[in-house]
């Protein structure tokens, strides 16, 4: 055997192994360690985990009160699996921006200055971010993903400063892991009342197109914009179902939410002449025809007729974790029979603000793949 072919032998197989081998075996040789630490060997490592990872290695994030729980995305499974409580007195756990690759992006507090932790929970490595200083009374937007190009996660910060009565800064800042710094990427001047965000925290499509909802008061209709991550810069944004931009469209029917169900986006709107919420999908990412009706629930079946939206579809049923916003109730829907059960999760933070997020456990990516080595790495305080 040659040794082109034992070399590509070494690298089948370490693709294969769990991130805490990987982490071993660096220690084993220094070849080794500098095959692992490569990009290549990172670009082919996360192209295998992404092929090879499937919807029974998800788990479910709850996060509130300063504490994230982890639980298997299981109608009988229940207990959490992992908890991460911050120890630190001077800073705390303000909510989690979003995950990409089986990391997890989180917003510490620390008077009026935010820092940012990514945090690996296979290996308890975490990154601790600079802060940003946020000026009060400011609507943040918040995102986090990869850029696949050059190999780099980015958290997005986007928030609008009123200039006057009429009009407002809108500006986009980036960080980049790999470069350990922050910059801004786009500052342009809006009329006050145009495009409000919708929702907070960015919802990630392909690990590197980030979406939130804006309100345009003028014309009372929402819209998706779509930041790429890669490109750092805002695009196209996406069209929601056809029938929200007919004219003719019952005005007893508005849209109440959105976000992101089995990689697809979803948007949720609530019928009062049917007395229902209907879920649709977007199937097929950025094509408008592709909006489905994933389910359609009776009112009376949400406490006090609140909002619902999916969470997650379980694939080994027809059950969907569903949710309703603000009090934070989860359930179990039959798509079949229509039934629902409640669904428990125990240690659950108790909070009306509860964030649900899906974590992909790809493995968990290693720090030392995508960093500058002068950029130290810690154990996690989590």
């Known amino acids: 055997m040659t040794t082109l072919e034992m070399e590509f032998i070494v690298v089948e197989i370490l693709t294969r ?7 071993r075996l660096k220690s084993v040789c220094k070849s080794l360690n500098s095959l692992i630490s490569s990009r290549d060997f990172t670009r082919l490592y996360l192209s295998h985990q992404s092929l090879t990872s499937s919807a029974a290695d998800n788990r479910l994030i709850l996060a509130g009160n300063g504490r994230i729980n982890c639980y298997q995305l299981d109608p009988h499974a229940t207990t959490s699996t992992t908890t991460f409580v911050y120890d630190e007195t001077s800073a705390s756990i303000s909510s989690i921006i979003g995950t990409s690759n089986g990391l997890l992006c989180i917003r510490l507090t620390r008077g009026n200055f935010s820092e940012y932790c990514i945090l690996n929970p296979t290996t308890r490595i975490n990154r601790c971010i600079p802060a940003l200083h946020e000026k009060h009374g400011v609507v943040h ?28 800064t809108r500006i986009t800042s980036v960080y980049s892991l790999n470069k350990n710094s922050w910059r801004v990427v786009n500052e342009i001047a809006v009329a006050t009342d145009s495009m409000q965000a919708f ?37 196209d944004g996406v069209l929601l179902p056809r029938f ?22 979803f948007s949720t709107f609530k019928d009062e002449i ?13 094509v ?20 619902i939206n999916p969470v997650a579809c379980c694939q080994s049923s027809d059950m969907v974790l569903l949710r309703q916003r603000y ?33 992909i456990c790809v493995a968990g990516v290693l720090f030392t793949f995508l960093v500058d080595n002068s950029l130290s790495t810690s154990r996690s305080s989590l």
């Open 141 to 168: 937007n918040y995102g986090f993903g990869f850029d696949h190009e050059n190999l780099d996660y980015i958290i997005v910060v986007v928030f609008d400063y009123r200039n006057n009565c009429a009009v407002k």
């Open 244 to 265: 929200y931009y007919d004219p003719t469209w019952r005005k007893k029917s508005y849209l109440v939410d959105f976000g992101l169900v089995d990689d697809c986006l």
């Open 327 to 359: 009090t934070s109730r989860f359930f179990w829907y039959n798509k079949v029979d229509g039934g629902i059960s409640e669904a428990k999760f125990d240690g659950a933070p108790n909070s009306q603000n509860i964030q649900v997020y899906i974590y």
């Open 288 to 307: 408008q025809d592709s909006w489905v009706m994933l389910l359609s629930i009776p009112i009376s079946n949400c406490i006090d007729g609140e909002v």
């Open 274 to 286: 049917e007395n229902r919420y209907h879920v649709w999908v977007m199937k097929e990412y950025g």
């Open 199 to 235: 929702r907070r925290y960015g919802v990630l499509i392909d690990n590197n197109l980030l979406h939130w909802m804006f309100l345009i008061p003028a014309l009372h209709k929402h819209r998706i914009g779509c930041f790429d991550i890669c490109k750092k810069k805002w695009t």
């Open 17 to 23: 192994l769990p991130v805490k081998t990987l982490i």
